[in-house]
Structure formats: structure tokens, C-alpha cells
């Protein structure tokens, strides 16, 4: 059974920084692009970030871009969020995707694109 399961959330001031992990189990992500992303309370699910297969180029949402830095280790096969002077506008649950595409060219911003959903972590910012 794949599984995905985040974890590092928790409840920070603003300002503070959390990292996030996304450990998946069951299948290799190593050629699969992963991503990043949250839900607020009457919100849409919006696209945090998003990672190439291999690393080498990274994607972000305008709300998070120099805040937030997307990473991963394929021989842990895991993904990490590295996330700072976090604001109360972040407070969110945040879910890791991947995706089943072998080596993507891109990695989609788009939630329908992916796969394989975590059950999220809770990440609250109080001002």
C-alpha cells in the first residue's frame, strides 16, 4: 500500500520557521515529481510548490516564493518543505502529492495532476 505521510506541523508565531517531511512508503518516487500543497478553511487547495523528479528545478506559488524552499531526498524517499517568517496567511493544513509520471519534464502546479496524496498536517501561524 503507498502511503504518504507528512509530519512538522505544528503552532508558530509569525516569523518562526517550520520544515516539513513527506516520507512515502510502499513504491519509490524517485523518478516522480512531488509536491506541496495547502488548504485553508473555506478555501480552495492551493499549490504550495512542486519538485522535478531528480531536484534540479523547483517550482512556487507567488504567496510563498523566498519564503518557502521545496527539497528532496530520493534515497529517503522523502520530500521536505523548509518554510520561514511564516505568516498567519499560511495557517493551513498542507498535503504532499506525487505524482505516477515516470520523469515528468515539468512539475505541475495543478492538484489533478497527482497521484498520491498524504493526509495532511496542520500548520498554524498566529500573528
Known amino acids: 500500500q503507498v502511503q504518504l505521510v507528512e509530519s512538522g506541523g505544528g503552532l508558530v508565531q509569525a516569523g518562526a520557521s517550520l520544515r516539513l517531511s513527506c516520507a512515502a512508503s510502499g513504491r519509490t518516487f524517485r523518478d516522480n515529481a512531488m509536491g506541496w500543497f495547502r488548504q485553508a478553511p473555506g478555501k480552495e487547495r492551493e499549490f504550495v510548490a512542486a519538485?522535478?523528479?531528480?531536484?534540479?528545478?523547483?517550482y512556487y506559488g507567488d504567496s510563498v516564493k523566498g519564503r518557502f524552499t521545496i527539497s528532496r531526498d530520493n534515497a529517503k524517499n522523502t520530500v521536505y518543505l523548509q518554510m520561514n517568517s511564516l505568516e498567519p496567511e499560511d495557517t493551513a493544513v498542507y498535503y504532499c502529492?506525487?505524482?505516477?509520471?515516470?520523469?515528468?519534464?515539468?512539475?505541475?502546479?495543478?492538484?489533478?495532476?497527482?497521484?498520491?496524496w498524504g493526509q495532511g498536517t496542520q500548520v498554524t501561524v498566529s500573528s
Open positions: 519538485i522535478r523528479w531528480n531536484g534540479d528545478i523547483k
Open positions: 502529492a506525487a505524482t505516477s509520471s515516470y520523469r515528468d519534464v515539468v512539475a505541475s502546479r495543478i492538484p489533478s495532476r497527482y497521484n498520491y
